[in-house]
């Protein structure tokens, strides 16, 4: 995984020293809020319904122990002992005292991380496949592009103050598992003809209020253009973007209201005017950080070790763990083995200072140093030996992290919700967990099979509503919470945004509503048929027929 | 939007600890039942201004339509779960330890 160099280490300490200033003045008056405000949401540091919240960047999800304890040292010792990973792959703090922040980054430093443009109208954490540099369908690690465009875009001074904030995912395998169809630049490594390495890049995709699938914009740019042509898309973003509506000033609707054909005639032409005679060259960039993910020197392991085969036949809870969570690894003899943070009726999300010391010493222990954070709010030990597997579910199970649910019904994504966020307009915890419980049995997810249920608070979507299989959004109805049902979202490579079924329905009714879809579901699946597949064949009306069966 | 039919409180956030305080007439609380009931709207928007124009030591003053009796209770969920100080839900996983109060 990557290191800081001297610059990296000095710019962030510098960062440090610079906000701890900040708090200062605006702790003995000089700073107003209206003037502070920027400057602590450019650090990650939100006010929200209960406390401040501290957003701390976790760079394309890859963490490694050490730094895994650190997080939960500074959970513990500034905050309530516990963390939320996010489905940015970061992790937020709930409860900071705004005294307390700059020890924070002081200590995040000390490991190598930060909370710099985990917040504001820049280019955000730049999100990856959690299966980077394990799937076997992947041209290369991704990972690099995406520290490559994080150094690229770290307080760039142009793209500090963009009309609004700005999302960058990279995938490098046929599978998308970044969902780089909803955001707003989706990179897709690829190779031409000749197998030069290159970029499928999608522009304009998004959640929110207004959610739209991106669309391409090249087919392929060769590798040496990316940081250039991604200039040219950001200026073009930078002028003609709206600044005189929030809700209107993603590029999403740039693009939309130009079209992608105009939108891509101006990025060409800004493109083709840019002045690059002092451009870093691409090439030598990428071959330095391409360095930091060289794939690890595996240990010898045995691809179908006896020990793992009888544990398999005398534990039917280890057997289902590693079936349900476990994801093939291109190197034999090891697995990739996804933990979750969705135990029955828990916060998805949500770890203890202790889990996460146990899940930095699972890493140690059996995935060489290494963990990654998923964009569906799990953690991803990369490298396990599969004669390790067993000692690892030991270990885990002694810490309630041995759900095996990975992918199914009850591995639902919620953003925090009315329950902290102070934008939210409904619960969407307290509804993961009501359906959670209510399809708790294990037998039965696995008889319903992979489905996606992802849950948002209120319309920006952070739960990503939009492409769950089953979407449910949270909003207020005149003081009364009221959950909107969509179905058929799907964010990888045949990405669909959900059609709501119709009327919302009341809070305590989600989960009898989420069981009729499910009942109608498995009534008219054909065999072998996933939730999505069964959809699209079938359409929207039987699932609305059963859920609005008798109203006027 | 009509005018609000509740009395209401005032509350903004604490500048260090970044939690709910509630306006009592005098000063600032983090006792809901200490905090002034305003009946007259003119009167909550005078002293809503006043307060938004001092802030130093508190955040985003606003108003908070309550049910006055017997303590002060917001009416509507979001506002009770500010003052209520917690998620709505047993929110700290097993286990965790809390900093300090």
Redesign the interface.
């Known amino acids: 995984m990557y290191h800081y160099d001297d610059f990296d280490a000095q710019l962030v300490r510098e960062r440090v020293a610079q906000f701890r200033d900040q708090v200062a003045r605006?702790?003995d008056?000089s700073l107003?809020?209206e003037e502070f405000k920027p400057l602590r949401l450019m650090n990650g540091l939100y006010?929200?319904?209960?406390?401040?919240m501290l957003r701390v960047a976790i760079p394309y999800g890859t963490l490694n122990s050490r730094q895994m304890r650190q997080l939960a040292m500074i959970s513990?010792?500034?905050?309530?002992?516990?963390g939320h990973f996010t489905t940015r792959q970061n992790i937020q703090f709930n409860?900071?005292?705004?005294?307390d922040v700059p020890d924070m980054l002081d200590a995040l430093a000390e490991v190598e991380m930060h909370a710099i443009q985990s917040s504001g109208n820049c280019i955000r954490n730049v999100t990856s496949d959690p299966f980077a540099g394990v799937a076997a369908d992947e041209i290369e690690d991704p990972r690099i592009t995406a520290e490559l465009l994080r150094q690229w875009s770290t307080l760039h001074p142009e793209f500090t103050f963009l009309g609004r904030k700005f999302k960058i995912a990279v995938s490098a395998a046929r599978q998308d598992r970044a969902a780089i169809r909803v955001h707003d630049i989706g990179l897709e490594v690829r190779r031409d003809a000749a197998g030069n390495p290159g970029y499928r890049v999608l522009v304009g995709g998004g959640q929110g209020r207004t959610p739209m699938i991106a669309k391409e914009l090249r087919a392929f740019l060769p590798r040496a253009d990316l940081l250039a042509y991604l200039e040219a898309v950001l200026r073009v973003y930078n002028l003609m973007g709206r600044r005189d509506n929030k809700f209107k000033a993603r590029i999403k609707i740039l693009v939309h209201e130009l079209g992608i054909e105009r939108f891509g005639e101006m990025v060409e032409s800004e493109f083709e005017a840019l002045d690059r005679s002092e451009e870093v060259p691409v090439a030598a960039e990428f071959a330095r950080i391409a360095r930091h993910f060289a794939p690890p020197d595996y240990p010898p392991a045995e691809d179908e070790p006896e020990a793992l085969d009888r544990a398999l036949a005398a534990h039917s809870d280890f057997a289902d763990w590693v079936a349900r969570n476990g994801f093939a690894h291109r190197e034999p003899g090891y697995l990739a083995v996804t933990v979750s943070l969705k135990p029955i009726g828990?916060?998805p999300g949500?770890?203890?200072?202790?889990?996460m010391r146990v899940l930095a010493e699972a890493a140690e222990r059996f995935s060489l140093g290494e963990l990654r954070v998923t964009h569906e709010q799990n953690i991803v030990l990369p490298h396990v030996r599969k004669s390790d597997l067993f000692a690892l579910w030991h270990l885990l199970r002694g810490h309630?992290l041995d759900t095996a649910n990975r992918g199914l019904i009850t591995d639902i994504i919620a953003c925090p919700g009315?329950?902290?966020c102070a934008l939210?307009?409904a619960?969407s915890?307290?509804v993961a967990?009501a359906i959670s419980e209510r399809f708790a049995d294990p037998a039965r997810q696995r008889e319903i099979g992979s489905l996606s249920i992802k849950i948002s608070g209120c319309i920006n979507a952070c739960g990503h509503h939009h492409v769950g299989a089953i979407g449910i959004l949270g909003l207020?109805r005149a003081?009364v919470?009221s959950y909107q049902i969509t179905l058929g979202g799907d964010p990888a490579n045949e990405a669909s945004l959900g059609e709501r079924t119709g009327p919302g329905f009341p809070f305590e009714q989600v989960p009898e509503v989420v069981e009729q879809i499910v009942d109608t579901y498995l009534a008219l699946r054909m065999p072998g048929e996933g939730f999505l597949q069964t959809y699209r064949r079938v359409g929207m009306t039987p699932f609305r027929e059963a859920l609005y069966a008798g109203a006027a | 939007m009509a005018r609000a039919q509740h009395p209401v409180i005032l509350t903004a956030q604490d500048l260090i600890e970044g939690d709910a305080v509630w306006w009592t007439g005098t000063g600032w609380s983090r006792n809901l039942a200490h905090a002034l009931v305003y009946n007259d709207p003119a009167a909550a928007d005078a002293a809503e201004a006043r307060l938004a124009a001092e802030e130093s030591r508190v955040v985003g003053v606003y108003r908070v339509e309550v049910d006055p009796a017997p303590v002060p209770r917001p009416i509507l969920r979001r506002e009770a779960i500010r003052a209520d100080g917690r998620p709505s839900f047993a929110y700290r996983p097993q286990g965790a330890a809390r900093r300090a109060a």
């Open positions: 605006r702790l008056g107003t809020e006010l929200q319904l209960h406390a401040y513990e010792r500034w905050d309530r002992g516990y409860w900071p005292r705004l005294a828990g916060a949500d770890v203890t200072a202790e889990q309630g009315l329950d902290y939210a307009t619960r915890i307290p967990q207020d003081g919470e």
